[in-house]
T-cell receptor, first 115, second 113 residues
Framework: SQKIEQNSEALNIQEGKTATLTCNYT??????LQWYRQDPGRGPVFLLL?????KEKRKERLKVTFDTTLKQSLFHITASQPADSATYLC??????????????FGKGTHLIIQP | KAGVTQTPRYLIKTRGQQVTLSCSPI?????VSWYQQTPGQGLQFLFE???????NKGNFPGRFSGRQFSNSRSEMNVSTLELGDSALYLC????????????FGQGTRLTVV
């Protein structure tokens, strides 16, 4: 069955360092992958979308890579700040399984940036 | 531009009752999706509406239903509530579906007692 894995444990990073979050998937061949940020009690906020033919995408301090051979995406936050503390979710396109059934989300990684 | 608005924000219902949640998408967006979020299962897709038609449906029982109006506003209904339906229900709108960014509302926190 299709599966998305994100590190379910909290990730503690010191302020100013680069935070790297991982999203692994199995039994998928997604055409694209999205990353969202979610703060407690709020809905997810879109950050980046990367397509299968793109190896890397950047937006300000954020960088996403997409390796379809490894079936993995890495999400980097450089020069991390305490305000970056949140849960980060990866989501795969629904069409890779042959039908559209909504974005499929990982359970998220809770990132904590220590001042 | 106003964001996605969900009402109510919080709701407490009793087992066996039914509930209706509302979602107003971003102006001009025709696709509205609904998700259920729980600590154990994470975010799970319920259904998607596009131009008043249900275009996609997740793996939830028939007690969960929805509809979309001509102004793109959407409602979801859960009948015969169960304790396990307690969750954060999120609505997301996008311009044309899943291959573009989704804008989520704040969610409705439903507690079934």
């Amino acid at each position: 069955s299709q599966k998305i894995e994100q590190n379910s444990e909290a990730l503690n990073i010191q302020e100013g360092k680069t935070a790297t979050l991982t999203c692994n998937y199995t039994n998928y061949s997604p055409a694209y992958l999205q990353w969202y940020r979610q703060d407690p009690g709020r809905g997810p906020v879109f950050l980046l979308l990367i397509r299968e033919n793109e190896k890397e995408k950047r937006k300000e301090r954020l960088k996403v890579t997409f390796d379809t051979t490894l079936k993995q995406s890495l999400f980097h936050i450089t020069a991390s700040q305490p305000a970056d503390s949140a849960t980060y979710l990866c989501a795969l396109d629904p069409y890779s399984g042959g039908g559209a059934d909504g974005l499929t989300f990982g359970k998220g990684t809770h990132l904590i940036i220590q001042p | 531009k106003a964001g996605v608005t969900q009402t109510p924000r919080y709701l407490i219902k009793t087992r066996g009752q039914q509930v209706t949640l509302s979602c107003s998408p971003i102006s001009g967006h025709r696709s509205v999706s609904w998700y259920q979020q729980t600590p154990g299962q994470g975010l799970q897709f319920l259904f998607e509406y596009f131009s008043e038609t249900q275009r996609n449906k997740g793996n939830f029982p028939g007690r969960f239903s929805g509809r979309q109006f001509s102004n793109s506003r959407s409602e979801m209904n859960v009948s015969t509530l169960e304790l396990g339906d307690s969750a954060l229900y999120l609505c997301a709108s996008s311009s044309d579906g899943f291959n573009t960014e989704a804008f989520f509302g704040q969610g409705t926190r439903l507690t079934v007692v």
